[in-house]
């Protein structure tokens, strides 16, 4: 079972920079793509950036694309979310999730990219408790 611990959201103004942790666990970190996802009041939990095992290859949705930027350390089994330039729509609760393991975006399998690991994560369904992000203009 993959349990999933983030950390690091709090409330900042807006232009300001915040740095987000999950410590991954119960999976061979190193062998999964693995990305953030967030959740406003009111929507439905969208994803906001993944990144394959061997930290190669990145997406971003198109509203962080420039601002944020996600990295990971398989020595720590610790995935980040650099968040720089917050604008009030950030404002949201954020997770972590792990989607497949790498044999899964190669092959005859789709690629990697956002929507396929956001199919896989939401099918995967393990979910930790989220960090609170919150941005006032």
């Known amino acids: 079972q993959v349990h999933v611990e983030e950390s690091g959201g709090g409330l900042v103004q807006a232009g300001e920079n915040l740095r987000l942790s999950c410590k991954v666990s119960g999976i061979h970190f190193p062998d999964y793509a693995v990305g953030w996802f967030r959740q406003a009041p009111g929507k439905e939990r969208e994803a906001v950036s993944c990144i394959s095992w061997n930290s190669k290859q990145t997406y971003y949705a198109d509203s962080v694309e420039g601002r944020f930027a996600i990295s990971r350390d398989n020595y720590k089994n610790t995935l980040y979310l650099q968040m720089n330039s917050l604008v009030p729509e950030d404002t949201a609760m954020y997770y972590c999730?792990?989607?497949?393991?790498?044999?899964?975006?190669?092959?005859?399998?789709?690629?990697?990219?956002?929507?396929?690991?956001?199919?896989?994560?939401?099918?995967?369904?393990?979910w930790g408790q989220g960090t609170q992000v919150t941005v006032s203009s």
């Open positions: 999730a792990a989607g497949d393991p790498s044999a899964y975006y190669s092959g005859g399998y789709p690629p990697l990219s956002l929507s396929e690991f956001a199919h896989d994560a939401l099918r995967n369904n393990n």
